[in-house]
Each structure stands twice: as C-alpha cells, then as structure tokens.
DNA sequence: GTCTATAACTCGATAGAC
DNA sequence: GTCTATCGAGTTATAGAC
C-alpha cells in the first residue's frame, strides 16, 4: 500500500514536469513511464484515463499552492506576503524550461478534456483572490500602492507573472522573469511615487 | 498559380484559427483539411511537413503585425500608438476563445520543432522591442510616466497582455482581458499621479 | 492540385498472466 | 501492481492515379 501510494507520488511528479516543460497533449503515458522504469500500462493501474491522470495534477498542484499560500498568511505585512508568493512562482522557473502547470495548461484549455477546464481555471481564481486580499490590506496599511479595484489589480499582477515566465523561457532567460516581476512589484510600492516624480 | 495562392492562404488562415484555440500539437491535418472540403494530402502538397506550416504561420503572423505596427508609427503621439497596439491584441481575443498565436506556441515551446522556436522568441522580441521604442518616446515627452527602463517596462507591458489574454479566455470572460489591460495602460499615463494621490 | 490508398508510427486503453 | 501483448484509432507522410 505504501508502494503504491509512493509510484503514484512518483507518476504525478514525472508527469507535473513534462507537462509543464511540453503541455498536455505532448506528454503519453510512454514518455512518463520511461522516466520511473515501468511501462505504460501499468500508469493505466493508477490513472486509468488521461484525464483522471490530468485531473489529479492540477488538484494535487492547487492543493500545494493553498498549503504555501496559508503559510504566508501569518506573515502580518502584505508586501512580505506578496514577495513570497513572487518567490514561489520563481521556484517554477527557475531550474529549467518549466513554466507554472495552469498557465501551460491555460494556454491548451479548448482542447483539454472538459473535466479539466474548471480546474484550471479554479487554480487562477484562487490566485487571484489571494493576491486581490493581499493587494487590499496592503493598501489599507499604506505599505502598497495602485489605482483601481483591488481585483483589477491582482488579476492584472497575475496575468504579468503568467507572460514573464512565458517571455523568459522562450528567450531562454531566466534573469528576464525577475527583470518582469521586479518591474511589477515596484510600481506597488507606495515609494515609487517619490521616486518617480524626479523625470 | 493564384487558385494555388488562394488555397495556401485559406490553409493558413484555419491552421492558425485551430492552432489559437487548441495549440499547436492539438491541430491535425485533418481538421484543417476537414474545414476546407480538401484531404489531408492536398495540404501536404503545400506544407511538406507540419514543421513547414507552422514556420509559415509563425513568419505571417510576424510580417502582418509588423505591417500594422509600421502603420501606427506615424501617429505622433506615443500613448496613441500604445492603445492601438493593445486594439490590435484585443481584436484577436475578441470574437471567440482565440489568443495570441505566439502566446500558444510559447506555452509549448520545449515541444515544438526546433525550426519554430528562434521565429516565436523573434516574433516576442519584436513586440518588446517596439514597445520599448513607444515607451521611451512616450516618458520622454512626458505622456507616459514609469520607472526603470523602457526594456524592462516593455517586457512587462507584454507579459501582461499575454496573460491577460490565457486569464479571460479560461474564465470564459473576455472582459477580463479589458479589466487587466485598462489597469496596465492606466498605470502608464502620467495623469495616475494625480488620481492615485488621494486614497 | 487534389484525389485514393496506404505505409509507418504513436497514442490511449484493455485483457489476462504472473 | 506490474508485466506482455494487443486492439483500434489517430497521426504524419508518401506513392501514384487523375
């Protein structure tokens, strides 16, 4: 039991990478067994479809960022929260050509199976309520800075990070996210209005 | 000679149809022949490889922008030029669940064919680089208003269209993309200064 | 230029031995 | 739980008739 509770693990882990580095539809269940030295028909043991398979990737990868997300809640100052979560999404980045598993998986959405559309998009919600709550209270305290809905603001910060992490690795340029996300983040920062009235 | 000319360009414009909606492994020749009452061979005849189409969609995305981009280059005023690049991403996200071309192709870049690759990072770089001339232009004349470097605004400008683009099409809300664009050029302009000083 | 036909391969998925 | 073996469908691509 224990066994297969592990080989699962193992399936999602080898799988979370490939698509992230390939998308969904370039991944088969041949290139994920290969790396764990079984075979295809044994992934089918314990994903009997692609979908099921699928399905549990991007629930095990929202059920992560919650656990990460909910730890960073602690932290009393919002611009300490939001750099943190910038730090989590440059984890992603940073060891190779991966970029986050939803915005791969974003980017196939009309021709992923329908069971996992609203996942995805479940996964994107939840960022940006998070970030529209960090925005807000950050602002509330004086600590962050920005115009318009808090909402707007997260769905705009969040949008910047997907694009950043699609613009380095096509430049192969990992330095590129943290030139874009650095960007971002100052124009939060409430110091930038003093900074930024000298031309 | 132009009854071939014409099949070539019908073949490309549903090839990136198809390929804007499901990305680029999700596109057989089938679906593009099945949308045009022809065989999956007669297309073969036109695009040896599926390697062969995909370069030639990438390079007349790239030569149509940098047609409607030339054009935009004589307005004088360089937050006129920035709203119509932003028009002209908008008209791509409008109709239905399409998103930028290249945006699709980034998110499979690993998978892709190595010939493709150097044209979606030429067809990014473009666009920065663009950008980075109309913001430069921009602050210099004291229209639009950032911090740190023209590049670096630029690459970020672009990360965020292109999220913004995955976001709404994955909320099924095109007018998402209108929230987060309209949040990120408003940031530009000077007149946020003013605005964004009384909480 | 487009067709039919098919080769050669890969894919997701199942059956059944062990 | 993993294996071998295989099915049926889909894929890119080619050969050759028209």
Redesign the interface.
């Known amino acids: 039991m224990t066994e297969q509770a592990d080989t699962r693990e193992r399936i999602l882990d080898v799988a979370q990478r490939l698509v992230q580095?390939?998308?969904y539809?370039?991944v088969s269940y041949k290139d994920v067994g290969e790396q764990l030295g079984i075979r295809n028909a044994s992934i089918h043991y314990h994903f009997p479809s692609k979908a099921d398979l699928g399905l549990a990737l991007v629930r095990r990868y929202r059920e992560r960022l919650q656990v990460t997300l909910a730890a960073l809640d602690v932290l009393s100052s919002p611009a300490e929260r939001l750099s943190r979560f910038v730090d989590a999404y440059r984890d992603v980045v940073r060891d190779d050509?991966r970029?986050c598993l939803c915005?791969?998986l974003?980017?196939?959405?009309?021709?992923l199976p329908e069971t996992l559309?609203p996942e995805?998009?479940a996964f994107?919600?939840f960022n940006?309520r998070w970030l529209a709550r960090v925005l807000a209270e950050g602002?509330a305290e004086g600590e962050l800075?920005?115009?318009?809905s808090p909402?707007?603001?997260a769905?705009?910060f969040?949008?910047?990070?997907?694009?950043?992490m699609?613009?380095a690795?096509?430049?192969h340029d990992p330095a590129?996210f943290d030139?874009?996300v650095?960007?971002?983040t100052?124009?939060l920062h409430a110091a930038?209005?003093f900074?930024?009235?000298s031309?």
Chains 1, 2 share one sequence.
């Open positions: 580095h390939r998308g539809h370039a050509g970029v915005t791969v974003a980017a196939e959405d009309p021709a559309r995805v998009r994107l919600d940006e602002r800075r920005f115009d318009g909402e707007a603001a769905a705009a969040l949008a910047t990070l997907e694009g950043a699609l613009l690795r096509s430049a590129r030139l874009v650095r960007h971002a100052a124009a930038r209005f900074q930024g009235a031309p």
